[in-house]
């Protein structure tokens, strides 16, 4: 039900700018990684963090939108 491949980028906790990573690079918990867009440092936890609780709210999301089909099909 829900696509496994949809991914939610890790943002910038200062401007929300997507962070960008060398395609070989790889973060662990207390690394700092530089936005390119306004320069700070955001914790790589912290954007985790953020970034779970975006994928929360979007599978919440596709969760409501097919109970109300199924509630729809149910009650027609
Ligand atoms: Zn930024």
Redesign the pocket.
Known sequence: MIDDNFEIPLR?L??R?PLQAAEDSSFHAGDLIK?L??G?DSEYESVLEVAKEEAQDFAQQLLDKEMSKLAKKLFK
Do not use: V
């Open positions: 910038c200062f401007c700018a936005c867009s306004c700070e």
